[in-house]
């Protein structure tokens, strides 16, 4: 699984979510129906256990980014937002909106276009209209605040641990 999963209440227990998932990249998804998951899963165990395992690092991921939005400049938190979302795509160029990039920081659009303008003045990445290209990848993880260190870090060690 590179990136993503809808219907972790469905694996628990529950009938209904509490949130909308909202894909934000372009991408291949595929679709499994929840009553056919959920006869899977009893044979699959290690399908249930990766799943579980997904939802550990997504709650991690949001307890971090709910402090990091709270905590850290939006310089270092558009850094943190660009990394996460080549690392998820495996890509240095990522489709992303001005829009999309100040309701995922928290902040207005006019702030996402300055901050932006800063990164490419520095030479860490060039951003035309929709598209952020990452130009230079080691200082632009100097730009980020530690937020993004802490998860990769902690995502690394649990992918070695479930080995």
Known sequence: MKEGFVGLPLVVGFRTASTRAT???EGTVFRV???ALMKILPECSKLERRLQQFAQIAAMQTTQIAACNRL???TQRLARWL???ADRIG???VALTQELLAQMLGTRRSTVTVV???LQRAGLITYTRGEVHI???PNLEEAACECYG???RCIEAWQGDSR
Do not use: F, K, Y
């Open 23 to 25: 894909a934000q990249i």
């Open 91 to 93: 890509l240095n160029s």
């Open 150 to 152: 802490i998860m990769r």
């Open 33 to 35: 129906d929840g009553e």
């Open 72 to 74: 850290h400049e939006v």
């Open 135 to 137: 130009t230079d990848r």
């Open 83 to 85: 990394l996460m979302s």
């Open 116 to 118: 932006a303008g800063l």
